[in-house]
């Protein structure tokens, strides 16, 4: 079983269109919770973390549950420039600070 | 302030060849990483570095040797490539004093084993 899993999709929506997606995460020892975006052929940046009491950036909005292992993130409002992969991305907060990726959620939107 | 920066961007090699991939940072960050995306399966940790002259494997080691002899720089190694590791190779660095926290990624190195 992967330790983070997400639908990959690909999600195809209308421009305006609320979309969500969801991640699963197998390690309960796990801290902290991320969402990135990657652009196609482009390296991974930081959209937003996941905080236990939800959290909010304009158009995005992730949520924790815990006692699920379950994280996702709603996109309102979609714009073309929104399509990309998105990757749920948790860590054990060790020394190392490593992180693990999920395999990513492709969303493409349409106009 | 370039960020993180990989050298070379694209690569073909033979089986059996070996190479270098460099990569720098410039934002003083203490832990560094070699990631390598696969399609279909999420980027997975090759080895780190948790300050200069450390390193230490991550997911999977096997096949590549790194080294960390100055702080903004994070060498990645490949012995004798094999076809298995055709991959496209990323590097990150992030600061040490975060617990989880933000990795900055390079733009990426694209390999092909033939």
């Known amino acids: 079983r992967k330790e983070v899993e997400q639908d990959p999709g690909p999600f195809n929506v209308p421009e305006g269109a609320t979309v969500a997606f969801n991640c699963t995460y197998s390690?309960?020892?796990?801290?902290?919770f991320f969402w990135y975006r990657q652009d196609c052929r482009k390296e991974p940046k930081l959209l937003m973390s996941?905080?236990?009491s939800g959290n909010e950036d304009g158009r995005f909005t992730a949520q924790l549950n815990r006692a699920s292992q379950y994280i996702s993130l709603l996109i309102r409002d979609s714009k073309l420039s929104d399509s990309a992969t998105y990757l749920c991305?948790?860590?054990?907060?060790?020394?190392?600070?490593?992180?693990?990726f999920g395999s990513g959620t492709r969303l493409q939107v349409q106009p | 302030n370039a960020g993180v920066t990989q050298t070379p961007k694209f690569r073909v090699l033979k089986t059996g060849q070996s190479m270098t991939l460099l990569c720098a940072q410039d934002?003083?960050?203490?832990?560094m990483y070699w990631y390598r995306q696969d399609p279909g399966m999420g980027l997975r940790l090759i080895h780190y570095?948790?300050?200069?002259?450390?390193?230490a494997k991550g997911e999977v080691p096997d096949g590549y040797n790194v080294s960390r002899l100055k702080k903004q720089n994070f060498l990645l190694g490949l012995e004798s490539a094999a076809p298995s590791q055709t991959s496209v190779y990323f590097c990150?660095?992030?600061?040490?004093?975060?617990?989880?926290?933000?990795?900055?990624f390079g733009p990426g190195t694209r390999l092909t084993v033939t």
């Open positions: 990150a660095s992030s600061f040490s004093d975060r617990a989880g926290g933000e990795q900055y």
């Open positions: 390690n309960s020892a796990s801290q902290s």
């Open positions: 996941v905080y236990s």
């Open positions: 991305v948790v860590s054990m907060d060790t020394g190392r600070r490593a992180l693990t």
């Open positions: 934002m003083n960050h203490e832990y």
């Open positions: 570095s948790v300050g200069e002259g450390t390193t």
